[in-house]
C-alpha cells in the first residue's frame, strides 16, 4: 500500500517542523540562562573546591580548603565567627518568618472581611511599599531606630537598651527589617488562601464548636494551610540568602550567611570560601524548597505553592 | 424528506429574492474529492483509516457519526489545519493537499465559535479580507452587505463579550461567509445551543446555503440534524465512510448495523435461514420484497400497523403489549413476540391504542423490509 | 458582643500594620524637607536638599544609568521572554521538563549567589578575553536573566487562558505566518507585554544585589549610589532622592489602580 510508505514523510516533515520551531522560539532564552547563570553558578562551584590566591583570587590545586575555613577552622586554630553567622542567618530566618506569619495572619483575614470592592485597594496598600527598593527601605528604618529618634529614646528609658546606644545596629533591627521587607509576600498567598474559603464549613465549625478559637482551628486554619506554605517559601528562602538588610541594619554582629559570601567578592577577598558559602545557601534552598513541595503535595493543595 | 425541506426554505415568506444576495447565489461552488485519507495520531491513534469521498458542487454535505469517528479529523483535513499522513485532496479541481491553511479558499465555523476577544464584531468580520488585503473601504461595505444579509442588526457595533451564544454563532457564520469560500466549513456549529434556538439556527443555515450555492461540508453527531439540514450524509466510524447516500437512503435502507443503530433503530434480527424471499428469524417467518442478502433484518418502527386482537394472515405477527408510552402525537409500543421484542411507533390517530398486556397483531409490509451486513 | 470584639482587633491590628509599612517612608519624606541634617529634630521647612540633589552630577549619572538599565534590559527580556512563552505554550504537550528547570532557576536562585555568581563568572571571562568588561553590560546581560522567567511565564500563562481555536480561525481566516503575528497574537496578548514590560521594569530599578555585583566603576546605578553614600555615611541628599523614588512608586500604585478599575469595568 502506498499508505505505509507515505507515513514517515508527512509525517517526520511535520515533526521536523515542530521541532525546528520549538528551537527557535525557546532557544534564545534557553541559551541565555544558560550561559549566563549556568554557566557562572557552575564555575562558582568549581571556585569553591580552588585555593585561595594571593588576591583572593581562585588558585589551582584542587582543595577543600574553604569548606574547613567556613566551618571555622583558620590559620590560628578553630574559631567559631562563621559558624555564629550561620546559626544567626538560621535564628533570623526562624524568627522573622514566624513572626511575618503573626501578622500576615490577622492583615489577609482583615482584608477579606471588608467589602469586595475594598480589597484590591487594600492590597496594593500592603505592596506598595515593596516596590520601593529595599535600599531605601533599610534607610527608612536607620533613621528611626538611629540613636536620639523617638523611638530610640523610648526605649532607653524602658532600659531595653543601653544609653546612647540607640535601636540600630542591633540584631532586633535586622529582625524588624526582615519581618518589613517580607510581609507582602506571605499577606498575598493568606489572602488568596482566605478568600476560596468555605464560608458553609466556618459557619458550620462555629455552631459545633464553643470556642472561636476552637473554630479557626479546626475549619479556618486548615484551609489557608497552602497559602500559608507558599507564603514561607516566599520568605524563609529569601530571608536566609538576605544581604541588604543585614549589611545596613546589622553591622558587625548582625551579619548573616549573605555578608559573609559577598564580603569574601568585595572586601575581605576570598573567593573559594565566598563560593562555599554560596553552595552552603544553595543547599539551604533546594532543601527549602523540596521539603514544601514534599509538606505541599501531602496537603494535596499542590498547585498554591508556586515553586 | 429533505427535499420536501428544501423547498419549504427556499419559498420560505422570509427568503427575499435572490437579487439581495448580490449575485451572490452560485458563485463559485467547488466540487470536493477526497482520495486515500489517512491520519493517524501519535503511535496507534487512527483516526482516519482510507477515506474516498467525492462532494459535489453546491451541496449541503454533512458528516455524521459519532465521537471520535474521525469527522473533525476529515473537517480539520479540508480546512488544512491537519495534514493526512496519506492521500489527496482536491478542491474544485485543484490539488490543495499540501496548501497550508491560509492559501485555501475555505473557510470554517468553529464550535466555540473562535471570535477574536481582541476586537469588535466589525473588525471580527472583516478579519479575513484585511488579511487577503482588501482594502479598507471595501471591507466596510462588504461588512455592511453581510450584515444585512445574515441579519445581524445592531449586533455589529456590539463587542465580542456581549453576545449571546446564538449571537455568536452567527457571528461566526458571517465571519466565514463574508470572504466566499469555495467551500465552508461547520464543525458542529450548534452543538452549545439549547434546542429552540437550535432549529430556528438550522432552517436559517440551511436558507443561507440555498441561497448562496455554496458548498458547505456540517460535521454533527446528532442524525436528526443531518436528516433535516442535508443534500447528503456520510455516516463514519472508526475512521472509515460506512454509508453514503441522501437521508431518506441513510435512514431507511442503512448499509450495515452501525448506521441503523447510529440512525437510531433498534428493530434489528439476525436471519437465521431464508427461502428465496421468506427470512426466519427469532420474530418468525417474514415475507420480504427486494430486501437484499443481508444477514441482519431491519423493521423500521413506524412501518408497523397494530390490529387489536389476533388476526391470521400473511406477515401478521401476534404479540403482546409490554410496554406503552404515550407522546400525544404518537404512541410507542414494546411488543413481546415469541422470545424477542420489537419496537413499533403508531400515528395517534384517534383510534383505539392497546393497552399494555392486550393482545396485538402486528402487520409488516413486505415492501418496507430492509437486510443489512452486520 | 464577641464578633464585634474581634472585628474591632482585626481593623485595630490593621492599621498598626500599615502604620508600620509606612512609617520608614514618611520619615524619609518629612525628613528630606528638613533644614537641618538631622533625622532627629525637624527644624523647618527647605528644598535645599533638592537643590543640592539636581547639582550633583554623579546622582543625575546614577539616574541615567538606572534608567537606560531598567529601559534596554526590559525591551530585551520582552523579546526572549516572549519567544519562550510562545514556545512552551505551542509545546506545552511535550515534555519540556528541562526547560521549566532552567525558567525557575533564576527566580529560585538566591539574588546574593545570582550576583556573585555572574560576578566571578564575568571577571574570569574578562581575563581571559578581554570581553565582558563589567559596566552597564554585564549588568544589562544580568537583569535581562532575571527578567526573563517572568515575561515567559506571564506571556505563558495569557496564551494558555485563550481558546486554542483561536489560533486555527487566524490561520482559516488567511492570515500568513507573519500576519498572525502582528493581527492576532501581539494584539492578543498586549495586556500580558504591558504588565510583563512593567514588572520586568519595575524589576530591574528595584534591583540592587545583582546590579551591585555585576557594575563597573562608571555604571552606578541610583540604589549603588545611595547604598555608597550610606556605607560612607554621607547622607545629606538621600532623603531627597529616595523622596523622589517612593514618588515615582506612588504614582505608578496609582497608575495600576486606576488601570486595574478601568480593565474591570
Not at chain 1, 32 to 60: D, E, H, K, R
Not at chain 1, 170 to 175: M, Q
Not at chain 2, 188 to 207: F, I, K, N, Y
Request: hydrophobic share 50%; aromatic share 10%; glycine share 8%.
Amino acid at each position: 500500500m502506498s499508505y505505509s510508505g507515505a507515513v514517515p514523510t508527512a509525517r517526520s516533515r511535520a515533526m521536523v517542523r515542530e521541532t525546528r520551531h520549538l528551537l527557535f522560539s525557546v532557544a534564545p532564552g534557553a541559551v541565555w540562562i544558560f550561559i549566563f547563570l549556568v554557566l557562572p553558578s557552575a564555575y562558582l562551584m568549581g571556585v569553591a573546591f580552588m585555593t585561595n590566591g594571593p588576591y583572593g583570587l581562585p588558585q589551582m590545586p584542587l582543595s577543600l580548603d574553604a569548606f574547613e575555613r567556613l566551618a571555622g577552622v583558620g590559620f590560628l586554630g578553630w574559631s567559631p565567627g562563621n559558624l555564629y553567622t550561620l546559626l544567626r542567618s538560621l535564628w533570623q530566618t526562624l524568627v522573622s518568618t514566624v513572626l511575618v506569619v503573626i501578622v500576615a495572619y490577622p492583615v489577609a483575614y482583615y482584608i477579606t472581611t471588608c467589602r469586595e470592592k475594598w480589597r484590591p485597594i487594600l492590597l496594593l496598600l500592603v505592596v506598595v511599599p515593596s516596590w520601593t527598593n529595599q535600599v531605601i527601605r533599610a534607610f527608612g528604618w536607620m533613621n528611626l531606630l538611629a540613636p536620639g529618634t523617638p523611638l530610640s529614646s523610648l526605649a532607653e528609658s524602658l532600659g531595653l537598651v543601653a544609653p546612647n546606644m540607640g535601636l540600630y545596629p542591633s540584631n532586633f533591627a535586622v529582625t524588624l527589617g526582615l519581618v518589613y521587607n517580607f510581609l507582602p509576600f506571605m499577606v498575598l498567598p493568606l489572602y488568596a488562601a482566605f478568600e476560596k474559603l468555605d464560608t458553609a464549613q466556618v459557619q458550620a465549625a462555629q455552631d459545633l464548636y464553643a470556642s472561636p478559637v476552637r473554630a479557626f482551628w479546626h475549619a479556618v486554619f486548615p484551609q489557608t494551610l497552602p497559602g500559608l506554605l507558599a507564603g514561607t517559601v516566599l520568605v524563609a528562602i529569601p530571608a536566609f540568602g538576605m544581604y541588604v538588610i543585614p549589611e545596613l541594619l546589622g553591622g558587625g554582629k548582625g551579619m548573616m550567611l549573605g555578608n559573609l559570601v559577598a564580603n569574601q567578592f568585595a572586601g575581605s577577598s576570598n573567593w573559594p570560601l565566598g563560593a562555599a558559602g554560596a553552595i552552603l545557601m544553595l543547599i539551604a534552598t533546594f532543601i527549602g524548597l523540596f521539603a514544601m513541595r514534599r509538606i505541599g503535595k501531602r496537603l494535596g493543595g499542590g498547585e498554591e505553592v508556586v515553586i | 424528506m429533505s427535499e420536501t425541506m428544501t423547498a419549504e426554505t427556499a419559498d420560505h415568506p422570509g427568503a427575499r429574492p435572490a437579487a439581495n444576495a448580490r449575485g451572490r447565489a452560485n458563485h463559485k461552488a467547488s466540487s470536493i474529492e477526497m482520495q486515500g485519507l489517512h491520519k493517524r495520531f501519535g503511535r496507534d491513534t487512527v483516526a482516519l483509516d482510507g477515506v474516498d469521498l467525492n462532494i459535489r458542487a453546491g451541496e449541503f454535505f454533512t458528516l455524521l457519526g459519532p465521537s471520535g469517528c474521525g469527522k473533525t479529523t476529515l473537517l480539520r483535513i479540508l480546512a488544512g489545519l491537519e495534514e493526512p499522513d496519506a492521500g489527496s485532496l482536491v478542491v474544485g479541481g485543484k490539488d490543495i493537499t499540501e496548501t497550508p491553511p491560509h492559501q485555501r479558499s475555505v473557510n470554517t465555523v468553529f464550535q466555540s465559535y473562535a471570535l477574536f476577544p481582541h476586537l469588535s464584531v466589525r473588525e471580527n468580520l472583516a478579519f479575513g479580507l484585511k488579511m487577503r488585503g482588501m482594502p479598507a473601504a471595501e471591507r466596510h461595505s462588504k461588512v455592511d452587505e453581510i450584515a444585512d444579509f445574515i441579519k445581524l442588526g445592531d449586533l455589529i457595533d456590539r463587542h465580542v463579550d456581549q453576545l449571546s451564544g446564538g449571537q455568536r454563532q452567527r457571528i461566526a457564520l458571517a465571519r466565514a461567509l463574508i470572504c466566499e469560500p469555495d467551500v465552508l466549513l461547520l464543525d458542529e456549529p450548534l452543538s452549545a445551543l439549547d434546542a429552540g434556538l437550535r432549529s430556528q439556527l438550522q432552517v436559517e443555515l440551511l436558507r443561507v446555503q440555498k441561497r448562496l450555492g455554496m458548498t458547505f461540508v456540517f460535521v454533527t453527531h446528532d442524525q436528526q440534524e443531518a436528516m433535516v439540514m442535508s443534500d447528503r450524509i456520510a455516516v463514519l466510524n472508526g475512521g472509515t465512510i460506512q454509508q453514503v447516500g441522501a437521508p431518506r437512503d441513510v435512514y431507511e435502507r442503512p448499509v450495515n448495523a452501525f448506521v441503523a443503530h447510529f440512525m437510531g433503530h433498534d428493530n434489528l434480527y439476525p436471519i437465521s435461514a431464508r427461502k428465496s424471499d421468506r427470512l426466519i428469524t427469532a420474530l418468525g417467518e417474514l415475507t420480504a420484497e427486494e430486501a437484499g442478502d443481508g444477514e441482519l433484518l431491519l423493521i423500521r418502527p413506524e412501518t408497523l400497523d397494530l390490529l387489536p386482537g389476533a388476526v391470521e394472515g400473511p406477515n401478521h405477527l401476534t404479540a403482546t403489549v409490554a410496554e406503552r408510552l404515550y407522546r400525544g402525537s404518537h404512541a410507542e409500543f414494546r411488543l413481546a413476540i415469541a422470545d424477542t421484542t420489537l419496537q413499533a411507533t403508531v400515528n395517534n390517530r384517534g383510534r383505539h391504542l392497546p393497552e399494555v398486556g392486550e393482545t396485538v397483531t402486528v402487520v409488516v409490509a413486505p415492501e418496507d423490509l430492509v437486510t443489512l451486513s452486520e | 458582643m464577641r464578633k464585634r470584639t474581634l472585628a474591632r482587633g482585626l481593623a485595630g491590628i490593621w492599621w498598626v500594620t500599615l502604620f508600620f509599612l509606612y512609617a520608614p517612608l514618611f520619615v524619609i519624606v518629612l525628613f528630606s524637607f528638613n533644614s537641618a541634617n538631622s533625622t532627629a529634630i525637624f527644624e523647618n521647612f527647605s528644598l535645599a536638599w533638592y537643590r543640592r540633589l539636581f547639582g550633583n552630577e554623579q546622582i543625575i549619572n546614577a539616574f541615567g544609568n538606572s534608567l537606560v538599565l531598567a529601559v534596554s534590559s526590559s525591551i530585551i527580556a520582552l523579546v526572549i521572554g516572549c519567544l519562550i512563552g510562545y514556545g512552551m505554550y505551542r509545546h506545552r504537550h511535550r515534555k519540556l521538563g528541562w526547560l521549566i528547570v532552567l525558567i525557575y532557576l533564576p527566580i529560585v536562585l538566591p539574588d546574593i549567589v545570582f550576583g556573585i555568581s555572574e560576578m566571578a563568572f564575568f571577571v574570569q571571562i574578562h581575563e581571559w578575553t578581554g570581553l565582558l568588561q563589567p559596566g552597564l553590560g554585564t549588568m544589562i546581560i544580568a537583569h535581562v536573566t532575571f527578567q526573563i522567567p517572568f515575561v515567559a511565564l506571564i506571556v505563558y500563562s495569557r496564551f494558555v487562558g485563550l481558546d486554542p481555536t483561536l489560533f486555527e480561525a487566524a490561520k482559516d481566516l488567511y492570515a500568513s505566518p507573519i500576519k498572525r503575528v502582528v493581527h492576532f497574537m501581539v494584539p492578543t496578548i498586549k495586556p500580558a507585554l504591558i504588565s510583563a514590560f512593567f514588572l520586568s521594569f519595575t524589576l530591574s530599578i528595584d534591583d540592587f544585589v545583582i546590579s551591585f555585583f555585576t557594575a563597573g566603576p562608571e555604571s552606578a546605578t541610583l540604589p549603588i549610589y545611595i547604598w555608597s553614600a550610606i556605607k560612607k555615611g554621607v547622607t545629606p541628599e538621600i532623603n531627597a532622592i529616595a523622596t523622589l523614588m517612593i514618588g515615582a512608586v506612588a504614582m505608578a500604585a496609582i497608575f495600576s489602580m486606576l488601570f486595574n478599575r478601568r480593565g474591570r469595568r
